[in-house]
């Protein structure tokens, strides 16, 4: 059962992820819009073809059902009759000529080694399938047969043919279950073949009739087969990496050849080789990998073979660089090129790409080839590190080849005016060229009164975007001037109401403006109950809040600040041409103890994430205590100065940094950070250390507590119990109140500055020495924590199990829900975040759940009480930060007061 909240909650945030209404996101799209009609436009004057398939896209019909396929590319072993020739056997197609499906003439054999009947499309050219579709035979209710299994050969020269099995070496794909139902199974990995053989399998009893259709796009790679060493195994901590290409289908010794495997499948590997793509894989899957000590040269060589003579323009590897473990990409390519069976090409193409020893994230690498002409290629890669690893590679070439999606219908029947050995795939019609070059002509001044008008919207939106900008920074800095004895930064509180168009480096949990959420007034339209319970609505009775606050009563993000506003106090102007306009502004009254930090000084330990914006790396900096000293109060220096060894012991920090690619509203956003951070000073809140803004990589230096994340901290403790014995590492109930009394501290001095976290949970909190807890915002920049966030159609990320039930519903974010999270916090602790909050119901479910708070029937469901958690925290504590009435809930002080009680 569905109900009407969520219902209305999904189909909103499904539409907003489609449709985008706010000026920034308007630019973005309509950016990107623009560039793909220009990319178009060059491929379709210059014919160019981008030979880099996606997987993901690469997912045209091919044409069994549009008749694209002509019947004489359809074969078979055999029929039953001429009434269920091999013709007929295209998908969700009947002409009413035949009985509506192919059918053998001898039933298929269940046993592998008998007899095995096919149905065999020729595609003409070779193509990158990536899904099939088969169907039985019905005939109008005259016939009921279908296979309920099926193999599929598939062979690239007609000659050599390969059986397809999956990724787990599955051989054998489920078919139907009935004849009408069309049954669609992915290819895992995909095929590259022109010829494709579905081979059906079924008991003596049963007669088998099939229907099938093909999906992809043509190889424009033209790639037949490529040869490399065999990939090899590396022991990385008693781990066993297995870096071998587990999908190659030619033959496999100490050298693969003949074949095509992982390197062209259209997956990259992620930037860390031990993880994979694919579920359940072992540590190194989606690499293909050689250790420097096995070749004596110093280079990996491999051969690529294609189907033709071709023009060369490029070639992509995409190759992991985690040098923190040994990896690189290659130093050197080196390249030969043969046009023939003859021998190589003398003259060959050497290219060094630039060395990377900042970022380890895998990349494409780009070798110019340097149009050169050629049927063969030989590429000599020369190590750089102790391994080498590939994930993928292709390449591109120009031509005058059509791209050919099969999506132009041609007529069924043979084909006519063609020539001995032409293809009616790439056949052109020369006695058109004067009404090709006008159509092509009418499609320019199209595509460009297209650009005009796209570029002219995106004048328009941001002249709008900057006048209402204007009027929320009035209207929100009257308002909050009245917090200034609240503020300890109120010369800049003009900089923190501005929220319309931030794109916080947290990878904002919702966008925060009036376009991108309905009012409780818009919601009565359409869900009658909010207008019975329109009272009860925590936070909407009557406010002062402008409607561009969305609701979150004008608290800002904690992390959050107005560089424009920023820009205004320092320099009298809303607008900077650089970016060290941006950093003297920063850096100037209250900012200049915020002092720049030397780069060179900082020694990369360990990636802890990757968010949108930037990534967030684990670091030793030296000479950061004396650079403490001058930045911090004592307070927040002595709980630094606790390690080991002085004043010249390196210090673990967390880097946050900008990526170079970021545009300027990221920029604004990371700088927007730095100005709220460096004005937190809280023995419970973590505290920016200082600043690397001279160059255009942005990084900030944040404190990093030695024991990591509370969530993980606890997962590994069990609760002290005298009673049992085990050689985990013991917590005290004692120590767990500790800790929730200091969060509760922490988020009573940011509710203290009216700033909302918004992602309050166990991940987002740090554990130092004798159980110190300090709040931090790095939860949901970790894969590690992913699976706590729900992502709406790749965009948004909700934390929904933690978020109350007006902030998922109606998008107010403020301290009473900030409270509930305390909440769900407190719960985590409390069970010593053994399970995931509602680990019991999917994300749908909680949803819905969420939909019962609302009601407020007594429906809802509440996190059960923890096995160590008195009934009376628990009924007192935590149910009440559950309360569906905002206002009813505790504040941060009272629930400090409570817990401090509880711990005396």
Known sequence: MRFPPFNIFRKYLERRSSETESGVQLTAVSGMEV?????????????????????GVCRYPLGMTGGQILDEDITASSQWSESTAARYGRLDFDDGDGDGAWCPDIVADADIGGPREFLQVDLRSLHFVTLVGTQGRHADGMGNEFAQRYRIKYSRD??????????SGRKVIEGNRNAYDVVLKDLEPPIIARYIRFMPIADNSMIVCMRVELYGCEWLDGLVSYSAPAGQDMIYRGLDVHLNDSVYDGTVGLLMEQGL????????????????????????????GWTNESFPRGHVEMTFEFDRVRNFTSMKVHCSNMFSRGVRMFRQATCHF????????????????????????ARFVTVPLGDRMASAIRCRLAFNEAWMMISEVAFQSAGTAVYNTSLTPRKRGHPTNLLPGEDPVHKVDESNTRILIGCLVAVIVILLAVIVIILWRQVWQKMLEKASRRILDDELSARLAIQTQAFSFHHSSQSSGDMSNSNSTYERIFPLCSSDYQEPSRLIRKLPEFAQSLEDLAGSSKSSTPPQACGSDGAPHYAEADIVSLQEGATGSKSYSSVTAVNMSLLSGKDRDMREFPRDKLTFK?????????????????????????????????????????????????????????????RNDFLKEIRIMSRLRDPNIVSLLAVCVECDLLCMITEYMENGDLNQFLSSHQLNDE?????????????LISMCTQIASGMKYLSSLNLVHRDLATRNCLVGKNYTIKIADFGMSRNLYRGDYYRIQGRAVLPIRWMS???????????????????????????????????????????????????????????????????VLYSSLMLGCWRRNAKQRPTFQEIFSQLGESQA
């Open 35 to 55: 560039l793909q009609i220009r990319h178009g436009l060059l491929l379709f004057l210059l014919a160019a073809v981008r030979a880099q398939v996606n997987p």
């Open 158 to 167: 007609g000659s050599r043919w390969v059986a397809w099995q999956d990724r």
């Open 261 to 288: 495997g992982q390197l062209t499948d259209g997956a990259w590997g992620r930037d860390d080789f031990l993880h994979s793509h694919v579920y359940g894989a072992w540590p190194g899957y989606d690499y293909v």
């Open 338 to 361: 043969r046009t023939s069976e003859s021998d190589w090409e003398s003259q060959a193409v050497s290219f060094h790409p630039p060395v990377d020893r900042v970022s380890q994230g």
């Open 606 to 666: 360990e990636k802890l994430g990757e968010g949108q914006f930037g990534e967030v790396h684990l670091c030793e900096a030296e000479g950061m205590q004396e650079f403490i000293k001058r930045n911090l109060p004592e307070a927040v220096n002595d709980c630094l100065n606790t390690a080991e060894g002085g004043s010249d012991t390196p210090v673990l920090v967390a880097v946050k940094t900008l990526r170079e690619d970021a545009n300027k509203d990221a």
């Open 723 to 735: 009673t049992q014995s085990s050689d985990k590492a013991t917590v005290s109930y004692s120590n």
């Open 805 to 871: 039930w007006e902030s998922i519903l109606l998008g107010k974010f403020t301290m009473a829900s900030d409270v509930w999270a305390f909440g769900v916090t407190l719960w985590e602790i409390m069970t010593l975040c053994k399970e995931q909050p509602y680990s019991q119901f999917s994300d749908e479910q909680v949803i819905e759940n969420t939909g019962e708070f609302f009601r407020d029937q007594g429906k809802q469901v509440y996190l059960p009480r923890p096995a160590c958690c008195p009934a």
